[in-house]
């Protein structure tokens, strides 16, 4: 495997890119090589991330992608400036601490919407120019929630990662004849913002005492699992989904 994973002159969208597992995945991506379309719906965000982006030939566009109409509208502005799209990180996703009692309709659709519909939507209209090149990579972003169920009021949020793991699978089944993988990564707490904002000093305390490692990951290191798995080192790896978690969760 190269050192750039094969990414030098790749076009790939990451979504979520304006902080955080995003904005991680987006700066890996330019710094080796990679043209990168970033997405996030915080404009203002997104534009100060992208600035620090290695390289050139790189696009920043806000878009809702809870939006249906908005999905198909990111692919279509890569294939303007690029023509091509070889790889989608779907990172871009919400979580609402919520307990049972709280969580209202709304509260549920907004979640299943950002975490969810996003990436049906998106993987679809990113589906249609890769099969035509006859190559392609997709890595969406799940949780150890979808598969332990969820801590600290994450209910609604271990549902939906739920769903990407199965979105995942029946992607990478319909599109493998065309030379596309599909995969999810599983993260579990990761020093981010997401966290730190989420979560007290003591129930973060209370997770990595559970773990093997006794810490949390970096975004960085993440990062390079993503780019791992958009390499043709992982041509046969699809419908997989890549625990990253410090040994908290051994399946």
Same mark, same amino acid.
């Given at each position: 495997? &190269?050192?750039?994973?094969?990414?030098?002159?790749?076009?790939?969208?990451?979504?979520?890119?304006?902080?955080?597992?995003?904005?991680?995945?987006?700066?890996?991506?330019?710094?080796?090589?990679?043209? @990168?379309?970033?997405?996030?719906?915080?404009?203002?965000?997104?534009? #100060? !991330?992208?600035?620090?982006?290695?390289?050139?030939?790189?696009?920043?566009?806000?878009?809702?992608? !809870?939006?249906?109409?908005?999905?198909?509208?990111?692919?279509?502005?890569?294939?303007?400036?690029?023509?091509?799209?070889?790889?989608?990180?779907?990172?871009?996703?919400?979580?609402?601490?919520?307990?049972?009692?709280?969580?209202?309709?709304?509260?549920?659709?907004?979640?299943?919407?950002?975490?969810?519909?996003?990436?049906?939507?998106?993987?679809?209209?990113?589906?249609?120019?890769? #099969?035509?090149?006859?190559?392609?990579?997709?890595?969406?972003?799940?949780?150890?929630?979808?598969?332990?169920?969820?801590?600290?009021?994450? !209910?609604?949020?271990?549902?939906?990662?739920?769903? @990407?793991?199965?979105?995942? #699978? $029946?992607?990478?089944?319909?599109?493998?004849?065309?030379?596309?993988?599909? $995969?999810?990564?599983?993260?579990?707490?990761?020093?981010?913002?997401?966290?730190?904002?989420?979560?007290?000093?003591?129930?973060?305390? &209370?997770?990595?005492?559970?773990?093997?490692?006794?810490?949390?990951?970096?975004?960085?290191?993440?990062?390079?699992?993503?780019?791992?798995?958009? !390499?043709?080192?992982?041509?046969?790896?699809?419908?997989?989904?890549?625990?990253?978690?410090?040994?908290?969760?051994?399946?």
């Amino acid at each position: 495997m &190269s050192t750039d994973f094969g990414l030098p002159g790749r076009v790939a969208i990451v979504t979520g890119a304006a902080r955080g597992l995003g904005a991680a995945t987006a700066q890996l991506f330019a710094r080796f090589g990679a043209h @990168v379309v970033a997405c996030d719906i915080d404009g203002e965000a997104l534009e #100060k !991330s992208a600035a620090g982006f290695e390289g050139e030939g790189h696009l920043a566009l806000a878009f809702d992608l !809870s939006v249906p109409e908005n999905c198909e509208s990111l692919v279509a502005r890569t294939l303007e400036r690029h023509n091509r799209l070889d790889i989608l990180v779907n990172v871009a996703g919400i979580i609402e601490r919520l307990q049972l009692d709280e969580v209202d309709e709304a509260a549920w659709t907004r979640t299943m919407d950002a975490n969810v519909k996003s990436q049906f939507f998106l993987c679809r209209a990113a589906a249609e120019p890769m #099969k035509a090149a006859g190559w392609g990579r997709i890595v969406n972003f799940t949780s150890q929630a979808a598969h332990s169920g969820g801590f600290y009021g994450t !209910s609604v949020y271990a549902v939906s990662k739920g769903g @990407v793991v199965s979105l995942t #699978k $029946n992607f990478a089944r319909l599109l493998g004849p065309h030379n596309i993988t599909v $995969n999810a990564i599983a993260p579990a707490l990761v020093d981010t913002r997401m966290i730190s904002e989420g979560m007290s000093a003591d129930e973060i305390a &209370s997770v990595t005492g559970a773990m093997p490692m006794g810490r949390m990951a970096e975004a960085g290191e993440i990062a390079m699992a993503v780019a791992f798995l958009a !390499s043709d080192s992982a041509a046969t790896i699809t419908g997989h989904t890549l625990d990253i978690n410090g040994g908290l969760l051994m399946r």
